[in-house]
């Protein structure tokens, strides 16, 4: 079941009832949660109920028990045998990545959500949709692939080409939707510029992002909406855990909507209680469709704020995501005092079309942690030192400290298909 609800009322009896099949499914048969959930009573009263006596899910926990049963540990409620998909995270905020198996069944309905995603995003039968990554283990845009594929869509893999060879394929076969990380857009703005391509005689309308917070930063997505014109930028975002999450909403852009359908979600503040209206938390799912490896009250890690309740603009009456994912929890760092998230920086620096690319270096070697940037100039910008200078009046300005920035050479600074990781930490000594 995909698509709005009539009321914030129809939205919880759809989750209860598929909270509690998927309840049915997994108890006993699936070792991990029964030895998690061990003496309690699986019989739920309401979603109110599930939240108040089932603890949650940690990433942490996920990577020990698959450290202790190799390889792919005990969240799985069938036999190994029925499991047909396989995908990994990253690993970039545990130890080691996770591993992740689905079965055909849960494959479909996480393809299902994708579908719901393209059609909110305006794809049609017909469209040509260009995937520009590698496809790895990373579980990316596959269900993309699948669904819009599934949608009548011309669906091209960019996989193995260079940006060169990619942004030639999007221009000459007249591709109509590009799906890739925001910093991969911006890239391949800068090669058209070098290869002299322009992208006003393109055919791409729409730009579906993921994998950065940048699609719901308004200063990133205003920054490739100029470098790709008569573009749009749609954000959406998902984890390999859990499958696609939310998509963008189609009258509030930097609004993201949680798929009900798919998902039961909550925000938490200090202590795991659920956080007031308007306040910053965590955000937490539970999957309510892939049950060959669930997750009850899984904490993503995802840092967003808590909506009221009230309908949407767009006429939606279910979870809402003002400011889309503000950052991650294990991603913030304190510098003197001040809490920085990483998707805050985004913002000042995207703010400044004559930036190429940048790092960030936290220095926590120190007795008070230090903050520094380099940022790479675009070719042509008149005057680089006096806008490191601007860069840092408008870094105090936002975050009242006086960070050093310095000059990178132009072309010298990496540019990222997949995650951009622009962020180093110097740890204490």
Not at 260 to 284: C, F, H, M, N, R
């Amino acid at each position: 079941m995909t698509g709005q609800f009539p009321t914030r009322e129809a939205i919880a009896s759809h989750q209860l009832a598929q909270l509690r099949r998927l309840l049915a499914a997994i108890l006993p048969a699936n070792s991990f949660y029964r030895n998690k959930l061990a003496g309690l009573d699986p019989a739920i009263a309401s979603l109110e109920d599930f939240q108040a006596r089932f603890p949650f899910t940690t990433k942490q926990e996920l990577v020990e028990d698959q450290l202790r049963q190799p390889p792919f540990g005990t969240n799985l409620t069938f036999p190994a045998e029925r499991y047909t998909r396989f995908h990994q995270t990253s690993g970039t905020t545990s130890r080691a990545p996770l591993r992740w198996l689905d079965t055909p069944e849960s494959w479909n309905g996480m393809v299902e959500s994708w579908r719901e995603i393209l059609r909110v995003a305006g794809v049609r039968a017909g469209d040509r949709l260009y995937f520009a990554f590698t496809f790895g283990p990373f579980i990316g845009f596959w269900l993309a692939f699948d669904a819009a594929q599934a949608m009548g869509c011309l669906c091209l893999p960019g996989g193995g080409l260079s940006s060169q060879g990619r942004l030639r394929a999007i221009l000459d076969n007249d591709v109509t939707v590009l799906c890739c990380t925001p910093s991969y857009a911006a890239c391949l703005a800068e090669v058209a510029g070098r290869e002299n391509a322009d992208l006003h005689a393109g055919a791409v309308r729409t730009i579906i992002v993921a994998g950065e917070p940048g699609g719901s930063v308004p200063a990133t997505r205003q920054k490739l909406e100029s470098l790709w014109p008569g573009a749009r930028v749609f954000d959406h975002h998902g984890m390999t855990e859990t499958g696609p999450v939310s998509h963008q909403c189609p009258a509030l852009p930097g609004t993201l909507h949680v798929l009900d359908s798919a998902y039961l979600a909550e925000v938490i503040g200090a202590g795991g209680k659920p956080a007031q209206a308007g306040d910053e938390g965590e955000l937490v799912l539970t999957t309510l469709g892939r049950a060959a490896s669930p997750l009850l009250r899984y904490r993503t890690g995802d840092l967003v704020r808590a909506g009221d309740g009230a309908v949407c603009a767009c006429g939606r009456h279910g979870t809402v995501l003002r400011g889309g994912i503000l950052g991650r929890t294990d991603e913030m760092v304190i510098v003197r005092g001040v809490n920085i998230y990483p998707a805050a920086v985004e913002e000042v620096l995207r703010g400044f079309p004559e930036i190429a690319e940048y790092q960030v270096q936290v220095d926590q070697s120190r007795t008070l942690a230090q903050l520094s940037l380099r940022v790479e100039p675009r070719a042509g910008c008149g005057q680089p030192e006096a806008l490191a200078g601007r860069v840092g009046d408008a870094l105090h300005g936002v975050f009242n400290l006086r960070v050093p920035v310095a000059l990178a050479a132009a072309g010298s600074l990496p540019r990222f298909e997949m995650k951009a990781r622009r962020w180093s930490v110097v740890p204490c000594n």
